[in-house]
């Protein structure tokens, strides 16, 4: 082996240098080209994760700045809505300024799906008591059936044990209103030759002495004939399903309602835009 490796130091090959040369490149190459690729995949994968992992974080903050903007959109929307809204009951309050009447904000609900309550931020301390009617520029939506010190609970329209004197707007025709449990009310006691459409207006009738006389009730959404009276369903004016903010009316005093408006965004722009006068009384 000694002199085998003499030899292939001491010959050399036409241009390649001496062979001892050529068998140690052809031996380690091998291994120099796995050791290469080995080290740059690693080098290759390290750059990699510490970009994606760089990028992953980017994402992130992106991500949670999107869902902060998002949640300050809600924010900012729920508080030009509740600003309508205030409006329009500070415009309601206006226009009924001899009518004593309180505002209050709805706090809570009943947990009970058998029953349609709710309950306000307005109790006896301010002059809150039983009875009293509950409504919002829209129409009605209950009366108060137990009032507290602090809070005080109503029992909405659409209560099966809720009742309202009522008559169509039109005809004049007495009927009372009560509650179903479900989304629409029933007028009741209505013959069958009477003569009722659908879309005819829903007032209240003052019968009751719970609700002042032509406040919106609602307006009539279904018509069947019925044994011995027509079976009427009635849509309420007032957003039952969505009360944030009501007026408790503290005086069985008529409202000054000269007409209801056709919808609730022309009203407040009739009733909110400068310089036009109001309605001459009758």
């Known amino acids: 082996m000694l002199q085998i490796l003499l ?4 010959i050399r090959r036409d241009s390649q240098g001496r062979l001892i040369r050529v068998w ?5 190459s091998p ?3 796995v050791g290469n690729s080995g080290v740059t995949g690693i080098r290759g994968a390290w750059n990699h994760y ?4 760089n990028t992953s974080r980017e994402n992130e903050r992106l991500l949670h700045e999107n869902n902060t903007l998002k949640l300050q959109i809600n924010q900012l929307q729920s508080k030009a809505a509740e600003a309508d809204r205030l409006a329009a009951l500070l415009n309601f309050r206006k226009s009924q300024q001899s009518v004593p009447m309180l505002g209050a904000r709805v706090i809570g609900a009943s947990a009970d799906t058998a029953s349609q309550t709710a309950y306000l931020d307005r109790g006896e301390r301010d002059g809150i008591r039983r009875n009293m009617a509950v409504i919002t520029p829209d129409g009605v939506v209950g009366k108060i059936i137990e009032s507290y010190r ?3 609970q109503v029992l909405l329209l659409t209560d099966k044990d809720s009742g309202v004197g009522s008559m169509l707007a039109d005809s004049r025709i007495q009927s009372p209103v009560g509650g179903t449990g479900e989304p629409l009310l029933a007028m009741k006691y209505v013959a069958n030759d009477d003569a009722v459409n659908l879309g005819d207006r829903v007032v209240t009738s003052g019968m009751d002495r719970i609700f002042p006389r032509d406040l919106p009730v609602g307006t009539v959404a279904q018509i069947k004939p019925g044994n011995p009276f027509k079976q009427i369903r009635i849509r309420p004016a007032a957003k039952l399903e969505s009360l944030e903010e009501v007026i408790v009316l503290l005086s069985l005093q008529p409202l000054d309602l000269k007409k209801e408006p056709e919808t609730p965004s022309a009203g407040l722009a009739e009733k909110t835009a400068p310089g036009l006068p109001r309605p001459e009384k009758p």
């Open 31 to 33: 291994f120099e080209r």
């Open 50 to 53: 510490f970009a994606l992992q």
């Open 24 to 28: 140690t490149v052809g031996a380690v």
């Open 7 to 10: 030899l292939a130091v001491q």
């Open 150 to 152: 602090d809070t005080s």
